[in-house]
């Protein structure tokens, strides 16, 4: 079993960076690929990004290319996701969400994941 905590989310104006925090329980966490996810207020969930579990492949919803990063600090039991230029249509909960995977690609299927964290709110203000 797998617990995540996101943390980091909070509300910023436009154009604002933020830097969210997903912290994982147990000691398998190398093991594992992580992703981001989103969630505006009526709306499906989004795909946002998604790293492998050594951290040496990565995939982003081609919308948020070159504004997001996803990191993951193995050491730390850490997945990190680096947002700048925060735009009002950003605004949403984001989760986190892992698998053990020894595939070296993360998938963007939110149905790829086996643990799920409780989401962390991101409110940009135009």
């Known amino acids: 079993q797998v617990q995540l905590v996101e943390s980091g989310g909070g509300l910023v104006q436009t154009g604002a960076s933020l830097r969210l925090s997903c912290a994982a329980s147990?000691?398998?966490?190398?093991?594992?690929?992580m992703g981001w996810f989103r969630q505006a207020s009526g709306k499906e969930r989004e795909f946002v990004a998604a790293?492998?579990?050594?951290?040496?492949?990565?995939n982003y919803a081609d919308s948020l290319k070159g504004r997001f990063t996803i990191s993951k600090d193995n050491a730390k039991n850490t997945v990190y996701l680096q947002m700048h230029s925060l735009k009002p249509e950003d605004t949403a909960v984001y989760s986190c969400?892992?698998?053990?995977?020894?595939?070296?690609?993360?998938?963007?299927?939110?149905?790829?994941?086996?643990?799920w964290g409780q989401g962390t709110q991101v409110t940009v203000s135009s």
């Open positions: 147990g000691r398998t966490f190398h093991n594992f690929a």
């Open positions: 790293i492998s579990r050594t951290g040496g492949s990565t």
């Open positions: 969400a892992a698998r053990n995977s020894r595939s070296g690609y993360p998938d963007s299927d939110p149905s790829w994941y086996t643990y």
